[in-house]
């Protein structure tokens, strides 16, 4: 008899009503035959509620008020029954056999914590060729992290138990959440890749978290974060140290640009290390 793990499905959603049926309609067509679906719905003021009333007897609605999105798929995770997790942002679509691609690998690989799929991204209503700089890779990809994120919450799937080890998502962070995530996860854990576009990512719409100005001072933050922690090896404390000053230089100059001059002498003075 074929075990199928139960797989925890998280959708944080805060007023992406006019995207969010197509997120919600996507996992409920996974050909997969044993998850459970949970949208966590961060105060949207807008038609959210009475969309997802639609699907109220097939999927798990949590409420709450407005704290972010990390804070969102955090409420998430602690509701999960599954022994694999799988995150899937509201303005997203996964094809019919994500999850059971996903769950198939890590019944192959029993020891990997973490993996993720190729993605097609579609900007504006148009399918776009991301740049070299944001290819996918597979195993250790800590150093390339550094520079900028590569794992996408929408093509991720963990075992459970991999936030016992790094813990969850940072609710201080208002963006780059995942950056930090997936910094704490990478520095310890390789990262599986699926070289199989199994996630639509759509951009260029209003109210996308990635669109924010001035996003370098949370990833400042998520990698001193993580040198305080002890927990890098000497090598990879020289590259956390090396990319910090170089973003701590630029995020200042254009501080200095826009007249900004006591933050800027901040960040210039934490690049210093």
């Given at each position: ?14 007023n ?20 459970e ?7 949207s ?20 008020e ?36 996903q ?29 070299v ?38 609710p201080?962070?208002?963006?780059c ?44 933050c ?15 404390r ?18 200095e ?8 002498g ?8």
């Amino acid at each position: 008899m074929t075990y199928f793990p139960m797989v925890s499905v998280i959708i944080p959603t805060y007023n992406r009503a006019e995207m969010l049926s197509g997120a919600v309609e996507s996992v409920l067509g996974q050909d997969y035959p044993h998850f459970e679906l949970i949208v966590v719905d961060d105060g949207s003021t807008d038609e959210t509620p009475r969309l997802l009333e639609r699907y109220k007897d097939r999927i798990t609605v949590m409420r709450r008020e407005n704290a972010g999105v990390s804070a969102a798929r955090n409420s998430g995770i602690g509701a999960a029954k599954g022994e694999l997790i799988a995150f899937l942002d509201s303005d997203d679509y996964w094809m019919a056999e994500k999850l059971s691609i996903q769950a198939a690998w890590f019944e192959k690989n029993s020891q990997a914590m973490i993996c993720q799929t190729e993605e097609i991204w579609i900007r504006n209503n148009r399918r776009v060729n991301p740049k070299v700089k944001h290819k996918k890779r597979g195993g250790d990809i800590f150093l390339p992290s550094l520079s900028l994120c590569l794992v996408s919450p929408s093509a991720v799937m963990v075992r459970r138990e991999l936030f016992n080890e790094v813990g969850l998502f940072d609710p201080d962070l208002p963006a780059c959440e995942d950056y930090d995530l997936w910094l704490r996860v990478a520095c310890r854990f390789p990262v599986g890749l699926i070289e199989k576009p199994l996630a639509v990512r759509r951009g260029g719409h209003a109210g996308q978290l990635s669109a924010m100005p001035g996003l370098d001072r949370y990833r400042i933050c998520a990698i001193r974060k993580l040198l305080e922690t002890g927990r890098l090896t000497p090598d990879q404390r020289n590259a956390a140290v090396a990319v910090l000053k170089q973003k701590c230089a630029i995020y200042a100059d254009g501080c200095e640009k826009r007249g900004r001059h006591s933050e800027a002498g901040y960040y210039r003075g934490v690049g210093k290390l």
